[in-house]
């Protein structure tokens, strides 16, 4: 199972010729034109085509009610997608999150838009919020199946685009860090979404209070490493000072407004406020200016190759990995593949529950059979303990024996001994007796011859 | 002549017809009225105790406010780094007691803190250590005072006023502020406020306002200053006044900066500058007249006569209950 089948490689708004012009170098010599041939006007042809094709853009926007999210959309757009009349969340009580869709078509200087707004009332804000997510991520997977039934199917004239492309994230102004919400939210999409996190109401926040805030936010995403919608690599050295400018004001500082106030004479959008009006279009007030320009103007089809590239083809490798987890070739499976869930008539969820079901047994059985062995060895060390434990006993038994043994041998000796003694004693005696018969004899003989 | 009625008020010399001048001596003045400045020595030495209670979730600038009410560092975080807290895991409490002076006037304030509200994932039954404490409060109030040998004064811990942070999201009231102001507002007098009400325009405050006191009316929420307890039609019309501006939409701050060359607490961005005591950009100067220059014994005075009382109340019925006989479970109990 690849998690990434591609790196993301990024591809200019216009047209994917820098990989065509790349693969073509690989084979071919580089030959230097002698005249002037003219498919150097390739990219306008290619402009014109889509322009006519016309444009599709799927944004969701997430956060709790109240921080600011219609009228974000409102000043982005500059249309009046929720207006006044549209229910606000006071009239919206809703006991689970629900997640709408607003269409809407916008055309500007020829190119036409068709951008559709997705948006989840409700969320965060009930009492017990476990769970909220859960909507957000079956519409976003149900629109990545839509479009990868779309892809397989044979006639493939008209596939509309209703993949998600980007997740904007509303974070409310505390000043102290991300609430448990936001980054339980966030680790669960991003992978699956590109995720923009944005400070709502940015007003309520003193310039160096939004720099803290900022920068503990990053520190914060980095530390539960979360994947947060990245800009691209630039080659060009004005771009990309650009770039580093906008990541060090990641995540933008937004204030939404759609009500023009009058200041210094001139007309500008902005909120009044009793101590000044703070106006939403001035890069040293907020980051709507460079929200607007990142995701409409720059960043707009770089968001949705990401989409395409990264997250779809996550989605869609995991997806058909699980259908051909038996063996099957992933190749040869996806040119028979028509619909997904009629493979050996099981689903492939079904099918991976039955293989972890396996698995389990499996392991069990091993287990079983890892006890059962260590058993028998345990078994067989201590039978083999108790025979040298044995063999020990005989050993001292025999020991004692023979000591037994000589024990007696030396007692007979010494008995022998004593007798022996004896013996010679009496024998001595006898001895000296005759001895002293013999003196006496020999004395009373020379007393006789006296006589 | 005979008066069945003694008059026993002085009688005034008759003035002599034609003297203008007063009297050097006026012989009409009793002096009862010098009771009162026996009051004041008594309860200067005395010293007095205020309790507060802030609850809301964090990030709503409660320990802000409470520096900028009391114009001295009293909350909790001073102590400590302010950036990198946890939240904790289960609503704890925290109180803080300080001894402030003002004008030979002593008074022991204690803040009572209560990190960790509705900042989990799943916020059920977080004011249930909430009412469990100020129950305890209570219940030590009524241990003391049902003492044998009691202290003539006894210390007095109970919370006086309960300060709610309400997120100035602009269209109601969420789901979470309305439980917890309901169960609450039976054992304490609430003060709801609107916290970091700089997010505002004017016209979105005041819309936000009558949301609220709608969905406050419409919950049966009694927050203070209370209706069933005004005394007479002099309470009632200033009372009246108070509960056209509840809830109250404040901007705190600690620090001072520099407007019209003068030094002012205030919040400095770049569009302008927030003033605190202004009451054209903030509510600060409402809230604070009413908790500590006009309010407070009032407060002082429902929360021992009125809460404390029906608390005693209760507990006194569970015993007698008990030593019945009777089942438990016949007392109401305003715990879950």
Redesign the interface.
């Known amino acids: 199972m690849t998690d990434q089948m591609m790196s993301h490689c990024p591809l200019t708004p216009h047209l994917g010729l820098d990989v065509a012009a790349s693969l073509l170098l690989a084979v071919a010599q580089q030959k230097n034109l002698e005249g002037y041939v003219g498919f150097a006007d390739l990219p306008n042809q290619v402009y014109r085509k889509s322009v006519k094709r016309g444009f599709e853009f799927t944004l969701m926007v997430v956060g709790?009610?109240?921080?600011g999210k219609s009228t974000l959309i409102n000043s982005l757009f500059l249309t009046d997608l929720y207006s006044s009349e549209y229910p606000?969340?006071?009239h919206r009580i809703k006991q689970t999150v629900q997640v709408e869709q607003s269409k809407v078509l916008i055309k500007e200087g020829g190119v036409q838009l068709l951008l559709t707004i997705v948006d989840t009332p409700g969320f965060g804000?009930?009492?017990?919020?476990?769970n909220c997510w859960q909507p957000v991520i079956d519409h976003i997977d149900s629109k990545f199946e839509d479009y990868l039934n779309a892809e397989s199917r044979v006639n493939r004239r008209q596939m509309p685009d209703s993949r998600v492309h980007s997740c904007l994230y509303f974070i409310?102004?505390?000043?102290?860090?991300l609430?448990?919400?936001d980054i339980?939210f966030m680790k669960r999409l991003h992978e699956k979404v590109n995720i923009i996190p944005l400070i709502a109401?940015a007003?309520?926040l003193?310039?160096e209070e939004c720099q803290?805030f900022k920068k503990?936010i990053m520190r914060e995403i980095q530390e539960h490493k979360i994947k947060i919608y990245e800009f691209p690599e630039v080659h060009d050295e004005e771009e990309s000072k650009l770039a580093k400018k906008i990541k060090d004001r990641l995540p933008l500082a937004v204030v939404g407004s759609n009500t023009s106030v009058e200041v210094n004479g001139k007309r500008v959008r902005g909120?009044?406020?009793?101590?000044?009006?703070?106006?939403v279009e001035?890069g040293?007030?907020c980051d709507f200016t460079i929200l607007r320009d990142m995701l409409i103007r720059t960043h707009m089809q770089d968001l949705k190759d990401v989409t395409n590239n990264v997250h779809y083809e996550n989605y869609r490798s995991r997806k058909l990995a699980a259908v051909t987890y038996n063996g099957v070739e992933n190749d040869k499976n996806k040119s028979q593949l028509t619909k997904l869930d009629t493979v050996e008539g099981i689903s492939p969820l079904a099918q991976m529950e039955e293989e972890r079901r396996e698995h389990v047994a499996k392991m069990k059985k091993m287990e079983m059979e890892m006890e059962q062995v260590f058993e028998m060895k345990v078994k067989e060390k201590i039978q083999k303990l108790k025979d040298s434990e044995a063999e020990l006993q005989r050993r001292h038994e025999q020991m004692k024996k023979n000591l037994e043994a000589q024990h007696k041998e030396l007692e007979e000796k010494r008995r022998q001994l004593e007798e022996d003694k004896a013996n010679w004693e009496t024998q001595r005696q006898l001895e000296q007796q005759k001895l002293d018969a013999t003196r006496t004899l020999e004395k009373n003989k020379k007393k006789g011859k006296i006589f | 002549m005979s008066d069945s009625v003694v008059d026993l008020r002085p009688v005034k010399p008759a003035p002599s017809p034609a003297s203008m001048e007063k009297p050097s001596v006026d012989f009409s003045y009793v002096g009862i009225d010098a009771i009162l400045e026996q009051m004041r020595r008594k309860a200067m030495k005395q010293g007095f105790e205020l309790n507060i209670m802030v609850v809301g979730?964090?990030?709503?600038g409660k320990s802000t406010l409470m520096n900028t009410l009391f114009k001295s560092k009293v909350s909790r975080r001073t102590g400590l780094g302010s950036?990198d807290?946890r939240?904790p895991k289960t609503v704890e409490i925290k109180s803080i007691s300080h001894e402030i002076e003002e004008k030979g006037v002593r008074m022991k304030l204690t803040v009572i803190d209560t990190p960790g509200f509705g900042?989990?994932?799943?916020?059920?039954n977080c004011w249930q250590p909430i009412m469990r404490f100020i129950n305890e409060q209570y219940e030590q109030y009524l241990q003391e005072e049902i003492n044998i040998n009691r202290k003539t004064r006894i210390p007095d811990s109970r919370v006086h006023c309960c300060i709610y942070f309400i997120?100035?999201?602009?269209?109601?009231l969420?789901?979470?502020d309305v439980?917890f102001m309901r169960r609450l507002s039976k054992v304490v007098n609430i003060v709801p406020v609107i916290a970091?009400a700089?997010?505002l325009?004017?016209e979105e405050r005041d819309f936000f306002k009558n949301?609220i006191r709608e969905e406050l009316q419409a919950n049966d929420i009694d927050v203070y200053p209370q209706k069933e307890f005004d005394e007479d039609a002099e309470d009632r019309a200033i009372n009246e006044r108070i509960r056209g501006m509840v809830p109250f939409a404040v901007v705190g701050s600690d620090q001072e900066c520099q407007v019209n060359g003068r030094r002012l607490l205030g919040?400095?961005?770049?569009?302008?500058?927030?003033?605190v005591e202004n009451i054209?950009?903030c509510e600060f100067a409402y809230l604070r007249d009413l908790l500590i220059r006009s309010h407070m014994q009032n407060i002082k005075d429902i929360t021992s006569s009125i809460h404390y009382e029906g608390y005693r109340v209760r507990r006194l019925n569970e015993c007698n209950a008990q030593t019945n006989g009777f089942d438990e479970q016949d007392v109401t109990s305003h715990e879950l």
């Open positions: 709790e009610s109240g921080l606000g969340p006071s804000d009930a009492v017990d919020n476990s409310a102004p505390s000043g102290h860090g609430k448990p919400l339980e109401k007003d309520t003193t310039p803290q503990q909120r009044q406020y009793p101590w000044g009006i703070a106006e001035n040293e007030h | 979730q964090s990030g709503l950036a807290e939240i900042d989990h994932i799943n916020n059920e997120p100035p999201t602009g269209h109601s969420r789901p979470l439980e970091k700089d997010t325009t004017l949301k919040r400095k961005t770049k569009w302008g500058t927030i003033e054209a950009h």
